[in-house]
C-alpha cells in the first residue's frame, strides 16, 4: 500500500511539474543511502530503551504483575 501511494505521488508531482519529478527519482538512492545510519541508530536506540525497560519491570513481572 505504501509502495502505491508512494507511486501515485510520484506521477502527480510527474503531472504537475515534472523536472522536480525526474529531479526526485534521481536523488532518491542518494536520500535513502544518507538515512540508513540514522535508521540503524533508531533500532539500536529501541533495543536499548526496550532493554532498560525490561530491566525496570522484572521485580514487577517476577512478582506475577500482568499487564
Not at 1 to 19: D, E, G, R, S, Y
Not at 26 to 38: C, G, N, T, V, Y
Amino acid at each position: 500500500m505504501k509502495v502505491l501511494l508512494t507511486l501515485v505521488l510520484w506521477c502527480l508531482l510527474l503531472a504537475i511539474c515534472w523536472p522536480l519529478a525526474f529531479l526526485v527519482l534521481l536523488l532518491w538512492p542518494a536520500i535513502w543511502l544518507l538515512s540508513l545510519p540514522f535508521r540503524i541508530l533508531g533500532a539500536v536506540l529501541e533495543g536499548v530503551v526496550g532493554l532498560f525497560v525490561a530491566l525496570l519491570l522484572l521485580p514487577a513481572r517476577l512478582l506475577g504483575y500482568r499487564s
